[in-house]
């Protein structure tokens, strides 16, 4: 209503000028300022353009002492104009002042935080905070894909391992893998997927990395959880970077053939999210090791939540270094440091087991008191101690989009499979359960999320191998494909009923749907990373002109400080007002006169992901200039900044992996849905973060800018969602798609096999039943209550023929027993506990 008013308001005043000739000039002014500023063209050019166009003003104007009093006071702004394009002259007037004062007001940055800050690489994260993202960086990159090792291994042992693995035993009866499952897991490489072949490791892409996960956990989340680890952060990725020669050719090897089993302990039950704050100590001090005095460290910790500890031979420790007695210099707090201590080193104690939520992969604490290791156990020896942080923020920022993303998409991935099979051959009210417009929706809602969370993680996998590590991305994986990985298992659960709560060897859904919360709080809780992580690291990372600034006004070369603070605050300022414009602009016009990279159904969420670029640009450059630090203290504000970044980020994932996939014609309904959602969402957390802004003028300013027709993009609509739901309840190529890397042999232990199987019987016989509908129910000829009973008096009636009625008898078994479930002898579900088990708590 109010973008309304204005443009009236607008309109009228244009036409009204258009009948003066300083009207003229003045229309002309503003038109050509909304397109330089538009076409981000530089300040010189602003300046010649406004003074010809006064030049013309002067000569064709009005005249009479008040028209030239308004003209002087133009020329003499315009000279105000010209003299900032003189750098020497602003430099001294304005930049140098204004960078004393910015450097006053700058938060000072510990060392740990540099580090986290500057780790990892600025990839199309940054483009997103541009206001103008090149698409081109993004579609030229090119679509990840599987070596013939690769795809040889997928194919091969992980379709064996998969076959391997009676989740039921394992996360029930044995609460663990079996014996042989943990030896094929060794000595087949799945532990050694990240380390080069010249040590015997696989040495896989990130991609195959995530295809493997996401095959592995489509089966089971204990086997994939178990798989993860070892190939994430921890020892061998850290030794890979920074360890010494000596080390990697020692380790490496071992892990590879799997003699040793890695867990790396940082955790303890005082510093869970704030990881940089643990107490664990390492002191520099001489010591007896292997019969003689060496120089070592003597390690006090106490860690828990430990994945593989129980079993791990080898621990990869975070603890804080000191040298009271200044035996390595003179620094005596020498900072977070990692080492590599082996499981039977005296003073440590491991093996005690931690239970996940039923999700029995090996996890525990592990505590060591006054342990003694030589200095040669810090990873990357003596030379890299205090390096710790460093290296793990380092580390974490590839493999965060890959663990939790691939194996969250894998049981996303058979959750949609499943449920799109199971709501078509699971009837009540006479009609599959899956065409009632409620359940629709939620399984278009779990097609749409899946489909986004295979994108991100695929894509992403993809930048990797090209050689990014990128930090912020990986922050929002995490985050958004576990969040969306816990609304599809509620949805899968939820269409399931009571067939996805009963537990037992017939339930495909229940372990899935328990593990959630653990992917949701390992490597970086999710509250903690959508509130301070994305956004936060976002703003100062990816910015274009914020990390400039701030190490300009940093350095120590003054003069040269002053000159680059000069240009980025410049650059800076005209920046937000291009991006104020192309906001204005492109929210007016919804973003449909906006250059899109490709041509046809998709072209319009290209279109818009570059509108909400333009306005969540302005709306962190006000926030950041009004707020400051305070900003970062305003969690509710930063996390919205960081969901709009999130969602055009995976909305640009869709729309690449669309492209990857040789734009599947039949996948538009759910790229529809998916990109709607997402920028829906991007508008409304835009909106939230206006109606929260303290500044109440400013945020009416902003929204003038950015909402001047108010929230007119729309959430996905119930006919999208039929059509998605079409797509993965019936056999189709986008229901394929969907099953792609999910575990689907057909064998009797295989309920996602089992489920498509019946699928296509349910569609192959769905004439024979209309058949038994119209010619039997209707005519009075069939009253049986079941089906049996019905193909049974069907028969008898002449409807169908013997052939047809055994079709649909095993149809029926099929379905049936995919449909029930299991019931125990009571006995048979109390698990006695062991005379001397004991239950623990363990104090630090
Ligand atoms: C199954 C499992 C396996 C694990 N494996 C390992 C492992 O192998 N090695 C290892 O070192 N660790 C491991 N962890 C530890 C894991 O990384 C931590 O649990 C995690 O960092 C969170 O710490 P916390 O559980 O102590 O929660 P807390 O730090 O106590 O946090 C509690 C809540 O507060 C939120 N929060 C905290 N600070 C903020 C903030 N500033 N803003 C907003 N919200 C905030 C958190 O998001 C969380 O929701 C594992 C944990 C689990 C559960």
Known sequence: MMGAVVFLIVVVAALYALTQVGGVITLLFVAAALFLAYRRRSLLAFTVTSTALLAAYTVLGATGTPALLWKLFLWLSLAGLWLLNVRALRKALITRPFMKEYLRLLPPMSQTEKEALEAGTVWWDGELFTGAPRWEKLLAARPPQLSAAEAAFLDGPCEELCRMLNDWNITHERADLPPHVWEFLKTRGFFAMIIPKKYGGLEFSAYAHSCVLVKISSRSATASSTVAVPNSLGPAELLLHYGTEEQKNYYLPRLARGEEVPCFALTGPRAGSDAASIPDTGIVSRGIWQGREVLGLKLNFSKRYITLAPVATVIGLAFRMFDPERLLGERTDIGITCA????????????????????????GPICGKDVFVPLDFIIGGPAMAGNGWRMLVEQLSVGRCISLPSNTTGAAKAGVWATGAYARIRTQFNLPVGRFEGVETVIARMAGLTYTMDAARSVTAGAIDGGEKPSVPSAMLKYHVTEMGRQVANDAMDIHGGKGIMLGPHNYLGRGYEIVPVAITVEGANLLTRNL???GQGAIRCH????????AARNPDRTAGVDEFDRALFAHIGFTLSNAVRSFIMALTHAR?????????????????????????????????????????????????????????????????????????????VIEWACRNLLYHAQEQLHGFLRNFPNRPLAAVLRALIFPRGRIYSAPGDRLGRSVAALVTTPSDTRQRFGEHVYRALEP??????????????????????????????????????LPGRIQQALSAG?????????????DRKVMDIVNVDDFEPHE?????EPAARSSVHVA
Do not use: W
């Open 533 to 535: 992580i994305i956004f």
């Open 340 to 363: 590599l201590i082996p499981r039977n080193t005296p003073g440590v104690s491991i093996g005690r087991r931690h239970f996940p939520l039923n999700i029995p992969f090996q996890n």
């Open 749 to 786: 232990g295989n309920p996602l096999a089992l489920l498509e199987e019946a699928l296509q019987l349910a569609v192959q016989l769905e004439p024979l039943e209309k058949r038994i509908r119209v010619e039997g129910i209707k005519a009075g000829k069939v009253s049986a209550l079941d």
């Open 799 to 811: 409807i169908i023929s013997e052939t047809e009625a055994a079709a649909l008898r095993d149809y």
């Open 829 to 833: 579900l109390a698990r006695q506990a």
């Open 593 to 669: 006169f906006t250059r899109a990279p490709v041509q046809g159904a998709t072209a319009r969420y290209y279109q818009h992901v570059v509108r909400f670029s333009a306005s969540f640009a302005f709306a962190v450059d006000v926030a950041m200039l009004s707020l400051g630090g305070y900003l970062k203290k305003k969690e509710g504000l930063s996390a919205r900044l960081g969901d709009v970044l999130s969602c055009m980020y995976l909305a640009s994932m869709v729309l690449k992996h669309h492209e990857n996939q040789g734009r599947q014609e039949e996948d538009l309904p």
């Open 544 to 551: 274009p002109f914020v990390l400039r600034e701030m190490n």
